[in-house]
């Protein structure tokens, strides 16, 4: 072959591999960097009053339930930016982490392609999975029971 074309592959390859670097670079601090401090596009889950529906329970890590429940609505964000029903202040859990939401009265939770993925009963959701009264749902470091 003639040498320009060894010369041509060769940039070509160089320019792939510089796109390659920028966009995992980005994304590594897309992931780092600490939630936008914009305001909230969607309202807040509500603290549960009473027992009427569906809720989560943030768990500790030691089994104490920590008294923080949210009412579940039509659909519950979860992650670390302020415009998430559930904002948690967990390193290992993505901005948009999960997403909650409920169809015909039943309530899927739902991946965001997170980096640390979301658990539920010990397992790692690929797709959209429902939940039921005593599921364990982890996001990050973050261990959450579903209650009905």
């Known amino acids: ?6 010369v041509t592959l060769r940039y070509v390859f160089l320019f792939l591999l510089y796109v390659f670097v920028v966009l995992v670079a980005r994304t590594v601090y897309r992931e780092l960097s600490p939630a936008p401090r914009a305001k909230a596009a969607r309202e807040p889950a509500r603290k549960v009053v ?18 923080v429940d949210w009412e579940m609505g039509k659909e519950v964000l979860i992650g670390r930016a302020s415009e998430c029903s559930v904002c948690l202040q967990d390193e290992f859990a993505s901005n948009l982490h999960a997403k909650i939401y409920q169809v015909e009265g039943r309530f899927y939770i739902e991946d965001l392609g997170s980096t640390n993925g979301t658990y539920v009963n010990g397992r790692r959701i690929n797709y959209p999975t429902e939940l039921r009264g005593g599921d364990n749902v982890k996001v990050g470091n973050t261990l959450m029971e579903f209650r009905r």
């Open 1 to 6: 072959m003639p040498e320009i074309v060894y």
């Open 50 to 67: 009473g027992r009427r529906g569906a809720s989560l329970v943030i768990t500790e890590k030691r089994g104490r339930r920590r008294r």
